[in-house]
């Protein structure tokens, strides 16, 4: 089973791991959301691998990621399965239950599709990018969230991971999946602090590269592709900008993230300065080059 890709421009990195491993078939993919961070480097891996069953917390969306994903799966006979919560997986003796989405949160990061996989005495729990209110929708429906390793919601974001879901899934190790260097700052130094409050080992994608975590049904261990000397549990340095240094221009461009934004947003001030473009013109020709626009200006 896959769940989620990266961007699109990691597609490449997908299709070469799968490759390195020699997975040829996936029984199961699972996009998490549509989301260019998490559907775009799909199209990558079913460039390698072929599916049983795909999944994705919607089965339109107007995107040229999304597009890519449902093409590639259209060329194996495949279509986009929306998961019922509650559907229960079967893959090789391990068993993974869809928890959520449950309902229909009206943004697309807490119609995350969650899922709990289960190997003998081993838990893991996969959460996308749900935030606040799909925890509390997860917490209220009762489900068993016990799990020994959580893949920490939204990249470690401020409105992700509450104390309450924590107390609940009490995880031994946490897996936080971020950039380096990223335009947002994630993760943020609140998320960090209650997994250090609660003693749970901590290994992050910007710090310790590829992370493979892996159980025996009778216990788990952890192998990263690099060590570092930073501490986990502290949230990267914000550097912040003045806006008022910014050019004129109609947008701001990463060249990295391949996000762009309004030239006041948020994020701009915290981008390093070699991945900015300052934009002039048309909405739609970046989108058309494959630019993805910012969730939180929606420029
Ligand atoms: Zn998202
Ligand atoms: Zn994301």
Same mark, same amino acid.
């Given at each position: 089973?896959?769940?989620?890709?990266?961007?699109?421009?990691?597609?490449?990195?997908?299709?070469?791991?799968?490759?390195?491993?020699?997975?040829?078939?996936?029984?199961?993919?699972?996009?998490?959301?549509?989301?260019?961070?998490?559907?775009?480097?799909?199209?990558?891996?079913?460039?390698?691998?072929?599916?049983?069953?795909?999944?994705?917390?919607?089965?339109?969306?107007?995107?040229?990621?999304?597009?890519?994903?449902?093409?590639?799966?259209?060329?194996?006979?495949?279509?986009?399965?929306?998961?019922?919560?509650?559907?229960?997986?079967?893959?090789?003796?391990?068993?993974?239950?869809?928890?959520?989405?449950?309902?229909?949160?009206?943004?697309?990061?807490?119609?995350?599709?969650?899922?709990?996989?289960?190997?003998?005495?081993?838990?893991?729990?996969?959460?996308?990018?749900?935030?606040?209110?799909?925890?509390?929708?997860?917490?209220?429906?009762?489900?068993?969230?016990?799990?020994?390793?959580?893949?920490?919601?939204?990249?470690?974001?401020?409105?992700? @991971?509450?104390?309450?879901?924590?107390? #609940?899934?009490?995880?031994? /190790?946490?897996?936080? !999946?971020?950039?380096? =260097?990223? &335009? +947002?700052?994630?993760?943020?130094?609140?998320?960090?602090?209650?997994?250090?409050?609660?003693?749970?080992?901590?290994?992050?994608?910007?710090?310790?590269?590829?992370?493979?975590?892996?159980?025996?049904?009778?216990?788990?261990?952890?192998?990263?592709?690099?060590? @570092?000397?930073?501490?986990?549990?502290? #949230?990267?340095?914000?550097? /912040?900008?003045?806006? !008022?240094?910014?050019? =004129?221009? &109609? +947008?701001?461009?990463?060249?990295?993230?391949?996000?762009?934004?309004?030239?006041?947003?948020?994020?701009?001030?915290?981008?390093?300065?070699?991945?900015?473009?300052?934009?002039?013109?048309?909405?739609?020709?970046?989108?058309?080059?494959?630019?993805?626009?910012?969730?939180?200006?929606?420029?």
């Amino acid at each position: 089973m896959m769940i989620d890709g990266g961007s699109s421009y990691d597609s490449d990195l997908a299709y070469a791991y799968l490759k390195k491993l020699e997975i040829t078939h996936l029984k199961y993919m699972v996009a998490t959301h549509p989301d260019d961070d998490h559907i775009g480097g799909l199209s990558g891996a079913l460039r390698y691998a072929s599916v049983e069953r795909a999944f994705c917390s919607v089965d339109t969306y107007d995107s040229i990621p999304f597009e890519n994903y449902r093409k590639a799966l259209e060329k194996q006979g495949v279509s986009i399965e929306i998961p019922d919560p509650d559907e229960h997986l079967t893959l090789g003796s391990a068993e993974v239950t869809v928890l959520a989405p449950l309902e229909d949160l009206e943004e697309i990061n807490n119609n995350s599709i969650v899922i709990r996989v289960t190997y003998g005495n081993n838990s893991f729990l996969f959460t996308g990018d749900a935030e606040f209110s799909e925890e509390s929708s997860i917490l209220g429906s009762g489900q068993e969230i016990k799990s020994d390793v959580l893949k920490v919601g939204h990249h470690g974001s401020e409105y992700s @991971t509450s104390s309450t879901f924590i107390d #609940a899934v009490k995880p031994s /190790i946490a897996v936080i !999946s971020c950039g380096k =260097d990223n &335009d +947002y700052g994630f993760p943020k130094q609140r998320v960090l602090d209650l997994l250090a409050k609660n003693e749970i080992a901590l290994y992050r994608t910007d710090l310790h590269g590829d992370i493979i975590v892996s159980s025996d049904g009778e216990s788990i261990s952890v192998s990263v592709e690099k060590e @570092t000397d930073n501490d986990p549990f502290t #949230a990267p340095e914000e550097k /912040i900008m003045d806006p !008022s240094t910014i050019p =004129d221009c &109609d +947008y701001v461009v990463n060249k990295s993230s391949r996000k762009f934004h309004k030239p006041d947003c948020e994020a701009v001030g915290k981008m390093k300065e070699n991945n900015r473009w300052y934009y002039q013109g048309d909405r739609q020709a970046l989108i058309e080059d494959g630019y993805e626009p910012c969730h939180m200006c929606n420029p």
